[in-house]
């Protein structure tokens, strides 16, 4: 019997695998670009070359066949993708990639050995499983690391007891290390989506619905021993499901073998990103020969894209496939934004919108990052740059001397000398009051910017923007960034205290100046009686026309023209006047 292809509107699964070919090796770009298939390019079964995918589809019975054909069509994916596909019983295509495989001499790193990372007195350290990156945005993917049993859903008719994140083979508890791992890899995924609007979390969410993600980061074992699906690979996800009415009750979690990626963070952050990508509905960024670019570049700008392997470079960004020898021009950011909108402008880009920087007394421009300040209890003096066109503009006033500026990019918490994976490159400008541009940072081999220059004394404008580089455009340059640095400024004066006594007999009243100046004197004085009466005088005496209650001020003025004033309600009273007795003179006599 011929089959033929029908749309019919229902789910197919597509699970997406992190497959690993980090050595350079088999990642140089080919000149062949593969044929793009699905959504957009109409394909009939026997259009797909022989292989794994064909040959399970054609073994299916019909409306699992015609649920997989649909779904196929849902997305737009390379055809070196079916390399690493598979197809279960009820037509759900998955990608069974394997697991990284690491070069020579990256292991099984650990902070101890690499001396990278430095995370005393983290705060994030001791609320490992209470992060949030923007706490209550209306779609929520949660980053499972404490184990999970579910059941019924399409990973398994039967129940599947997922385990914990453990790095100590004592699964009841997260020690310090356990914990530090958690926070940084909570901080990577949160930065690879900081543009859009969810909130990346570590709390377990009290409702699980269609706009809620979960990333389960597990052993490829399960607590009674049991291998979970697809154990030998890294990560494991289906594709396009996210937003779906069963999206959280039979399509999720997405999974991550933590032991799969060396136990390592920079991986399993890596994965997960990649995986929750999957969900959203991101097919692979590879090249003519492989599924997977493993990028290009050297130092702080190398380059990788989320969807290809990103695992050991220090740029991992959406992509569109704009590097050499792409196979997949799709655009990751506005597939992305089609699901979980962009976030607002956290900052204004002009001048009248401006920000003011924080600067302390002494000319200090402090800044908290997720690290420290995992709440942003300190929002001061950062940012995000939420695309391509964004730029952020901050305004302070400086006195005539050097201005120091350091705008930093999302790796300075938890940072790390490699495998930054921090998503965008920094360019700074200074602007005068007239817009006029007094000096630009964008270093060639880095993505921090820093600017150092003297000034006159004025109203100045830091802009912050994301930028490209040799290694890649400025189209998914976007995340977090901090201010930090120090301007000159005048000595700053203290203002004088306003205060005063008074006494009164009767209408009359003496006022008493007790007013103060700390680092001067007080040189002028203004009092309000009250009842339409003024004096400058610093100790004056006024007589008021009847009792009552009178609103009675004083402003006093000190040397640097810096003014106080304290008001005092003054209530004034008569005393009784008791009226002389009268004596007759002798000689009068009453009749």
């Known amino acids: 019997m011929v089959r033929r292809f029908l749309v019919v509107t229902v789910s197919v699964v597509v699970v997406l695998v992190s497959t690993a070919l980090i050595a350079e090796p088999g990642n140089s770009p080919s000149s062949k670009k593969p044929r793009m298939l699905g959504k957009g390019n109409p394909f009939l079964l026997h259009d797909l070359p ?85 706490a209550g945005a209306p779609r929520v993917v949660y980053l499972d690391f404490n184990g999970h049993i579910f059941s019924g859903t399409a990973w398994s008719n039967g129940t599947i007891s997922a385990a914990a994140f453990d790095l100590d083979e004592d699964p009841g508890t997260f020690n310090e ?76 979690p997405a999974l991550v073998y933590y032991d799969n990626l060396a136990k390592f963070p920079t991986y399993i952050a890596e994965a997960s990103s990649h995986e929750f990508g999957h969900n959203l509905g991101l097919s692979h960024d590879g090249t003519g020969s492989t ?22 470079r220090n740029v991992t960004q959406w992509s569109k496939g704009e ?150 455009s400025a189209y998914a340059s976007t995340g977090q960034y901090f201010i930090s640095g120090s301007i000159s400024v005048t000595a700053s004066n203290l203002p004088p205290i306003a205060d005063f006594g008074v006494t009164c007999n009767d209408l009359n009243c003496a006022f008493v100046d007790y007013s103060s100046d700390p680092d001067g004197s007080i040189t002028a004085w203004f009092w309000d009686f009250g009842d339409g009466a003024t004096s400058s005088s610093p100790s004056p005496s006024h007589s008021f026309a009847s009792a009552g209650s009178y609103p009675v001020s004083l402003r006093v003025t000190d040397n640097d023209d810096d003014t106080d004033i304290k008001i005092q309600s003054l209530t004034v009273t008569i005393d009784d006047i008791i009226p002389p007795v009268v004596t007759p003179p002798a000689d009068i006599t009453r009749e």
């Open 177 to 252: 290390t356990e914990r530090n791992f958690i926070a940084e890899i909570w901080h990577r995924v949160a930065e690879d989506f900081s543009a859009f609007d969810i909130d990346v979390t570590t709390e377990e969410p009290a409702v699980f619905d269609r706009h809620t993600g979960r990333i389960l980061i597990t052993s490829k074992t399960q607590t009674n021993g049991s291998e979970m699906p697809y154990s030998s690979y890294g990560g494991v996800a289906y594709i396009g499901v996210w937003g779906g009415s069963d999206y959280a009750t039979y399509y999720s």
């Open 291 to 312: 599924t997977y670019y493993g990028g290009h570049g050297s130092g702080a700008t190398s380059w990788a894209p989320i969807m290809g392997n990103s695992y050991s």
């Open 323 to 472: 590097y050499q020898g792409a196979n997949n021009t799709q655009d990751d950011i506005g597939i992305i934004a089609s699901e979980l909108t962009m976030a607002d402008d956290d900052h204004g880009d002009t001048m009248v919108q401006a920000t003011p920087l924080t600067v302390d007394v002494n000319g200090q421009i402090l800044v908290s990052n997720p690290e420290l300040d995992p709440d942003n209890d300190y929002p001061d003096n950062k940012g995000k740059i939420e695309s391509s066109t964004d730029q952020d503009m901050f305004y302070f006033q400086a006195a005539a001397g050097p201005i120091d500026l350091t705008v930093v990019p999302a790796w300075d918490a938890f940072y790390r000398d490699n495998k930054r994976g921090a998503n965008l490159d920094i360019q700074a400008s200074l602007l005068d009051e007239s817009g006029a541009v007094l000096a630009t940072s964008n270093p060639a081999a880095e993505t921090d910017a820093s600017i150092s220059i003297n000034v006159p004394g004025g109203n100045y404008y830091l802009v912050v923007t994301g930028v490209g580089s040799s290694n890649f």
């Open 50 to 134: 022989p292989g794994r995918v064909r040959s399970k589809i054609e073994g299916l019975p019909f409306q699992a066949w015609n649920r997989a054909m649909d779904w196929l069509h849902r997305f737009e994916f390379p055809e070196n993708d079916l390399e690493s596909m598979d197809v279960d019983n009820q037509g759900g295509v998955l990608y069974t990639d394997q697991a990284p495989v690491l070069p020579a001499g990256d292991g099984e790193p650990a902070p101890a050995t690499e001396g990278e990372v430095s995370w005393q007195g983290a705060a994030a350290v001791d609320n490992a499983f209470l992060l949030h990156s923007r």
